[in-house]
């Protein structure tokens, strides 16, 4: 039970992560030296850019945070309805 919640906190925390990267994006003039900005792309780059790929454009606009968002959201529904 108590990994189950470590695991729903976890995806809560990269949920956060993922969202602070997406208002990264539109920072106009970003530092990518910043360790900050540089581990927020660091974690999330390995699970976003499989999904971007995958995708097809659309008109220039990145829906794989979107994507990810939808997939903790139905894991953590998952989660909950079967340990809770």
Known sequence: MII???L????????FIV????LL?????L?????I???LYQATEP??????????????MDLSPLV?????FILQRVLGSLFF
Not at 19 to 22: E, F, G, S, T, W
Not at 68 to 72: E, K, P, Q
């Open 8 to 15: 729903l906190f976890a995806l809560q925390i990269y949920s």
């Open 68 to 72: 990810v968002f939808v997939g903790i």
């Open 47 to 60: 699970v976003l850019k499989p999904i971007r790929d995958a995708l097809p454009p659309m008109q220039g």
């Open 37 to 39: 900005v540089r581990f």
């Open 31 to 35: 530092d990518y030296e910043n360790p």
């Open 19 to 22: 969202l602070a990267r997406v």
């Open 4 to 6: 189950v919640q470590m």
């Open 25 to 29: 994006t539109w920072l106009p003039n």
